[in-house]
């Protein structure tokens, strides 16, 4: 069973701060991985997607991926009210299968 | 960037009735697509998976004769909620996968299905 783990949090931060979310998946041949912005009674939002070992900077957003520890995670720089929200991490896993699996999100607020 | 239209945006049904719910990738073919379903405060919960031309993928516990699923072109899929009822109210989400190498999956807009 393919499994992709996030904190449910919710994770609390202060306006200015840097909110750094975690996933971790279960896959070791999983090849690319998204994160995404869910506000509540919206549908989810592409941020990042990620595919090769390091960083990857876009904005106040960066993703990091650790395929030897199989993790990836986002950073939030200078957060914002108006980043909190649901984050959900998504893996595409090895195989011909183009189905990703989700994990059920962290919740995170950002206090003024 | 990819774009994906979804409609209804909210709909109100009588129990009993169908609802037929579209999603359009308006910018990129879609050779695959994804229908979701997430109750309030749950993570998502794939449904099934369509490719065009060819029947969908059902997860295991969803009825494929209750939820029909149309992929007739690289734009459009459909999701149809057959003789619904009160617990099929839920949030109905589509996503897209697009063709190349860099492919994202970009999600509808979500379908507010209330059935009363």
């Known amino acids: ?112 | 960037g990819a774009v994906v239209s979804q409609h209804p945006s909210r709909v109100i049904c009588k129990s009993g009735t169908s609802v037929k719910i579209e999603c359009r990738s308006l910018d990129f073919q879609a050779t695959t697509m994804f229908w979701y379903r997430q109750f309030p405060k749950q993570s998502l919960m794939l449904m099934a998976t369509s490719n065009e031309g060819s029947k969908a993928t059902y997860e295991q516990g969803v009825e494929k004769d209750k939820f029909l699923i149309n992929h007739a072109s690289l734009t459009l899929s459909t999701l149809t909620v057959t003789s619904a009822h009160p617990e099929d109210s839920s949030f109905y989400i589509c996503s897209a996968r697009g063709q190349g190498a860099d492919y994202g999956y970009t999600f509808g807009s979500g379908t507010r299905l209330t059935v009363v």
């Open chain 1, 1 to 112: 069973q393919k499994e992709v783990e996030q904190n449910s949090g919710p994770l609390s931060v202060p306006e200015g701060a840097i909110a750094s979310l975690n996933c971790t998946y279960s896959d070791r041949g999983s090849q690319s991985f998204f994160w995404y912005r869910q506000y509540s009674g919206k549908s989810p939002e592409l941020i990042m997607s990620i595919y090769s070992n390091g960083d990857k900077e876009d904005g106040r957003f960066t993703a990091q991926l650790n395929k030897a520890s199989q993790y990836v995670s986002l950073l939030i720089r200078d957060s914002q009210p108006s980043d909190s929200a649901t984050y959900l991490c998504a893996v595409k896993a090895s195989g011909g299968s183009y189905i990703p699996t989700f994990g059920r999100g962290t919740s995170l607020i950002v206090h003024p």
